[in-house]
C-alpha cells in the first residue's frame, strides 16, 4: 500500500461518487449470494475461495478510499456478529499496513500548528515514528526533560473523515431502507460509534 492512497480528497457529493465506485461492485457481489439476478433467482453458490477473493478485493478498495475506511474497517475485523470469518481475518491487514506520512510533512504540520519547527519545541523530536496509524502518527519526544509521545493527524483527516462519515450515513439510510437487516443495522451502529 503506498502513501498516495491518503491524497485521494473528494469534497461533499463527489467523495459519495468516490465511494460509490469503489464500493457499488462489491455490494452487488454480496447482493447476488441472496438473489442470482439482484432482484430474483436462487442464491449464487460461492465457494471458499471466492470468499478470499471478494475479502481481498475488499481491503483493497478500503485502503484506497483512505484513513475513514482503513479505522472503520479495523473496527468491522473485530465484529464477528457482522462479518464472517474470512472477511474478518482480511480486514485485520489493514491494522498493520498503514504508511508513514513523511517526516518533513510531520514537521510542516507541527510548526503550523505551534509556530515554531519541531527542533525548537522539544529538546529532542525523533523523526522515526513509533506507530503509523490510519488517522495519525505518534512520534517520540522529549519536551521540558520529560519523555513524551507527539500525535500528528493526517494532513487533512479531520475534513476527509466528516465528509467520509457524511457519505457513509447517506449510503448506509438508502441500504437499511432496502434491505432492513440486522447486518445493515449493525453497520449503523459501527459508523455511528465511529463519527463520535
Not at 506520512?101 to 509556530?115: D, F, H, Q, S
Not at 529538546?123 to 509521545?149: M, N, T
Amino acid at each position: 500500500m503506498s502513501a498516495g492512497i491518503y491524497a485521494l480528497v473528494a469534497p461533499g457529493r463527489m467523495r459519495l461518487f468516490v465511494i460509490l465506485y469503489r464500493l457499488l461492485p462489491l455490494a452487488v457481489a454480496f447482493w447476488r449470494d441472496h438473489r442470482r439476478w439482484l432482484f430474483f433467482g436462487a442464491p449464487a453458490v460461492r465457494t471458499t475461495a471466492d470468499h478470499e477473493r471478494r475479502a481481498e478485493r475488499l481491503v483493497v478498495q478500503l485502503a484506497a478510499l483512505g484513513p475513514t475506511f482503513v479505522k472503520m474497517a479495523q473496527l468491522f475485523a473485530g465484529r464477528a456478529d457482522l462479518l464472517a470469518p474470512v472477511y474478518a481475518r482480511a480486514l485485520t491487514m489493514l491494522t498493520d499496513q498503514v504508511p508513514m506520512v513523511p517526516v518533513a510533512e510531520i514537521e510542516r504540520i507541527l510548526t503550523a500548528e505551534y509556530g515554531v519547527p519541531p527542533d525548537e519545541l522539544f529538546e529532542r523530536f525523533d523523526r522515526i515514528p513509533l506507530a503509523a496509524a490510519s488517522l495519525g502518527q505518534v512520534h517520540r519526544a522529549q519536551h521540558e526533560g520529560e519523555e513524551v509521545v507527539v500525535k500528528v493527524l493526517r494532513p487533512g483527516v479531520e475534513r476527509l473523515v466528516a465528509a467520509d462519515v457524511r457519505a457513509s450515513r447517506r449510503i448506509i439510510r438508502v441500504v437499511e431502507r432496502w434491505w432492513p437487516n440486522p447486518h445493515v443495522i449493525g453497520t449503523r451502529v459501527v459508523i455511528e460509534e465511529f463519527s463520535l
